[in-house]
């Protein structure tokens, strides 16, 4: 099948409520794409709209953690939009073919996410449906953010061309303030993705109810178990970093900027971080730096202060300071040996210098004594 005379359809690679993806080829650039054809049944007066909504939105992002737009139009009375195809399997697949995500794969993932979603808010636009089905990673394990179809811009209400007081997006993931009807922001996509990361990573979401409205309500109430406690052998900086990303207060969460900047370093593993130049100063002629220290260096961030609290201690993992991300950027420093002896004979001076004062007073009462008398 051939669309708008150059795009050739090969095989279905997913369906779902509003169309179907078909793998096929460019004739005209001779290089592989995804098709997303819109089914024209004529249910959801609306679909059309959202449809070209989407391909206006992932329009506007080029980023390399974002599938990208190549084109968009119709074709006997359907919408299609082609996008870049990316060779290799969903963050859905990937779990249900592996087991739960190793946590150098799960940084890897959290990493990317982050600045696919970094680059869509700085764009103004909410994803609204960040699941593991819409992550999709190439053979090189790079993961990029997949269907913009109900996202909204931060700027336009009406974008989201939904029935008022509709929740759209995957209940498992949906942020609290969502599930009682406030609109969606950044802070609610940084929500969905630690729940998607928290599945990955556990093997289940956080949270599960045998109905739509239970859900919504560990959603609003619950505080999630820690991944510990369900057997998952994360570092405790990761971990608490991946629980502060499910605060129920969105001013709570990290930004998706904070996050990448976070996992593209060491201190998911509890690794100190080296201090920036500014935080060191001349010390005099020796040349050596002097800490300032946290009282000079301002207040944490709420959510370094979240993801540095200390996790409950757990089999094989230090649960003190030692194994935790402190939340500032800290240098160790050595204290240097003391020489053997040199207390004792610091105490072997005192009590000379106390026996000869003692002698000097004796000397000085008896020479007064006899001037006395005399």
Not at 53 to 61: D, P, V, Y
Request: charged fraction near 20%; aromatic fraction near 6%; glycine fraction near 12%.
């Amino acid at each position: 099948m051939l669309v708008a005379g150059r795009y050739r359809l090969q095989t279905v690679i997913g369906r779902g409520g509003m169309g179907e993806v078909w793998r096929g080829l460019d004739e005209v650039l001779g290089r592989p794409i995804a098709v997303k054809l819109l089914l024209n049944d004529g249910s959801d007066a609306s679909a059309e709209a959202r449809f070209r909504l989407e391909a206006q939105t992932s329009a506007r992002l080029n980023h390399p953690h974002v599938v990208g737009t190549l084109d968009f139009g119709a074709w006997e009375d359907r919408c299609f939009l082609v996008m870049e195809l990316i060779e290799g399997d969903s963050l859905a697949g990937e779990l249900t073919a592996g087991g739960p995500l190793s946590p150098e794969r799960l940084a890897q993932v959290a990493q990317h996410s982050a600045e696919g979603l970094a680059a869509a808010h700085a764009q103004g636009i909410v994803h609204r449906d960040v699941k593991p089905g819409n992550l999709l990673s190439d053979h090189q394990g790079t993961v990029r953010i997949a269907d913009f179809g109900i996202a909204r811009f931060v700027d336009d209400p009406s974008g989201a061309l939904t029935t008022t007081g509709q929740i759209v997006g995957t209940g498992l993931y949906l942020a609290p303030e969502r599930a009682i009807g406030t609109p969606a922001s950044a802070a609610s996509d940084m929500y969905s993705l630690g729940c998607v990361l928290y599945h990955l990573s556990v093997g289940s979401p956080p949270f599960e109810a045998s109905t739509a409205t239970a859900l919504l309500y560990q959603h609003v109430d619950s505080p999630p178990v820690p991944p510990h406690q369900r057997g998952v052998a994360l570092p405790p900086a990761f971990e608490a970093y991946l629980l502060s990303m499910l605060a129920k207060q969105p001013e709570e969460r990290p930004t998706a900027r904070q996050a990448a900047d976070w996992f593209s370093g060491g201190a998911w593993r509890g690794v100190p971080e080296p201090l920036p130049p500014e935080h060191w100063s001349g010390s005099g002629g020796g040349g050596r730096g002097q800490h300032r220290g946290p009282s000079q260096r301002g207040t944490a961030p709420s959510h370094r202060r979240a993801a540095t609290a200390p996790a409950p201690a757990r089999a094989g993992v230090a649960s003190g300071a030692a194994g935790m991300d402190s939340g500032w950027n800290t240098s160790v420093h050595r204290v240097p040996p003391r020489r053997p002896g040199l207390r004792s004979s610091l105490r072997r001076h005192r009590r000379a210098a106390a026996v000869v004062g003692g002698a000097v007073l004796f000397v000085s009462a008896l020479l007064a004594g006899m001037a006395w008398f005399s």
